[in-house]
């Protein structure tokens, strides 16, 4: 099993990322995929979540508008599109698949700083 993040980096205040996670060795489409993310000294929070059935979205208040998480099923990826960058949003981003057990990718840097 393997899930690999990919997208970060160093952005501006205001600016946009798009994030992706490249999933292998499970069945993507049963799994429920969220994103989350861990700023130095906090707790890993989430921020979003794609359920596999339905489509339906959820999202922290913190990100809401903002970011827009998306999957497809026939690639096994998911994405988090992440517009309005605030410095608050500098974490590590980690996907995870959940559903039947729980993988995590190793997560990629996102740092928003002028």
């Known amino acids: 099993v393997q899930l690999v993040e990919s997208g970060g980096g160093l952005v501006q205040p205001g600016g946009s990322l798009r994030l992706s996670c490249a999933a292998s060795?499970?069945?993507?489409?049963?799994?429920?995929m969220s994103w989350y993310r861990q700023a130095p000294g906090k707790e890993r929070e989430l921020v979003a979540t794609d359920s596999s059935v339905g489509g339906s979205t959820n999202y922290a208040d913190s990100v809401k508008g903002r970011f827009t998480i998306s999957r497809d099923n026939a690639k096994n990826t998911v994405s988090l599109q992440m517009n309005s960058l605030k410095p608050e949003d500098t974490a590590v981003y980690y996907c995870k698949a959940w559903g039947r057990y729980a993988y995590w990718g190793q997560g990629t840097q996102v740092t928003v700083s002028s």
């Open positions: 060795g499970f069945t993507f489409s049963n799994y429920r």
